[in-house]
């Protein structure tokens, strides 16, 4: 049986005010209603190593939803973090911000994890996703271009995979391409798979 079928009865949310998510998701032919509170604190703590960071993340935010959840009713969570020089790089504050970022990012690689976070009223289950992302030499000129034009602040990292920057800058993916737009379906679809065949037995 297919997935959309055994969703049917069910009632999916998305809670993200991602586009990149939503689109996504749409693309798995789920009918999913998105649903976001504003103002979710994205601490964490410093022992976690960067694997379970967006997990943590991801767990965390499905917490401040749980009124929501019912009989029938899915929650998808998912915090995604780029990984580089061992730290984590988040979305730029400014325009300098984002060039800077860009510019630590080029002639490198640095890695992109997604946790995500299936709940229910009854149970929950948390899964990650990892890719490497090889940049090749970015010029000034063409971070300058990305960052006036395209305005990545957003963004984890400063950059999206399905724009301009990554048509030109992209040398190597290793892993989901998927996963570094912000949203690792396959693995999503299979991991909802199991969670309402398992619910249905």
Not at 11 to 19: D, F, G, N, P, V
Not at 45 to 60: G, M, R, S
Request: aromatic share 10%; net charge negative.
């Amino acid at each position: 049986m297919l997935l959309n079928e055994l969703m049917k009865d069910h009632m999916l949310i998305l809670a993200s005010e991602s586009a990149r998510r939503k689109t996504l998701l749409e693309g798995l032919d789920l009918k999913f209603e998105v649903i976001v509170k504003k103002n979710i604190p994205e601490d964490y703590p410093p022992n976690l190593d960067k694997f379970e960071i967006p997990v943590y993340l991801a767990k965390h935010k499905s917490g401040f939803y749980t009124d929501l959840l019912h009989d029938k009713t899915i929650l998808i969570t998912a915090d995604t973090i780029v990984w580089h020089n061992d730290t984590v790089v988040g979305k730029p504050v400014n325009i300098q911000h984002a060039k800077e970022i860009l510019s630590s990012l080029s002639g490198s690689m640095h890695e992109v994890i997604t946790g995500v976070c299936i709940r229910s009223d009854k149970k929950l289950k948390t899964f990650y996703s990892h890719s490497r992302v090889v940049f090749s030499k970015i010029s000034s000129e063409e971070i300058n271009y990305y960052v006036e034009h395209y305005q990545p602040f957003d963004k984890a990292g400063a950059y999206g995979i399905q724009e301009w920057i990554g048509y030109i800058g992209i040398e190597k993916i290793e892993g989901s391409f998927y996963n570094v737009m912000g949203l690792p379906v396959q693995m999503l679809y299979r991991e909802l798979m199991n969670f309402v065949e398992e619910a249905r037995s």
